[in-house]
């Protein structure tokens, strides 16, 4: 199994609530103290679920975070409802200096209840053991 095999496809599509709770949570953890109420930080997706890919598994340790970029049509909503989908868009390997690397560039997707893009999400993931099998992960 490899991580080509899950190019482009869908996960499950998951709701997610913008609530004035966690949205204070949120900006509290990152030290927005003094934002106005109801002004909900661009990185708030991050706590959103996206859904399973079926067959994929996740690594719990290996990943590395390498980029991140966000595109809004418009602000988040408190209380409001988006339904959010992910799928794997490209993945580019290369050799480092530690070995086989696999740059996994995913796409992550927040739709409202009228079913326009709000956001979209896009982040580079880097599998730095590719080439070491580890147990249900994808090479």
């Known amino acids: 199994m490899y991580w080509e095999d899950f190019l482009n496809v869908p996960s499950t599509i998951v709701e997610n609530k913008v609530s004035n709770e966690k949205v204070e949570q949120f900006k509290q953890a990152l030290g927005f103290y003094d ?7 661009p990185t708030f997706v991050r706590s959103f679920s996206f859904g399973e890919i079926q067959g994929l598994t996740w690594p719990d340790a290996g990943m590395i975070h390498a980029e991140q970029e966000y595109e809004y049509r418009r602000p988040l909503a408190v209380d409001e409802i988006l339904q959010c989908s992910q799928q794997i868009e490209k993945v580019v390997r290369k050799n480092g200096k530690s070995g086989k690397m696999a740059f996994i560039y995913l796409t992550q997707i927040g739709k409202d209840s009228a079913a326009d893009t709000v956001f979209i999400s896009k982040r580079v993931l880097v599998w ?12």
């Open 128 to 139: 730095k053991t590719a080439g070491r099998h580890v147990e249900g992960v994808p090479e």
């Open 35 to 41: 934002k106005a109420a109801g002004h909900v930080p």
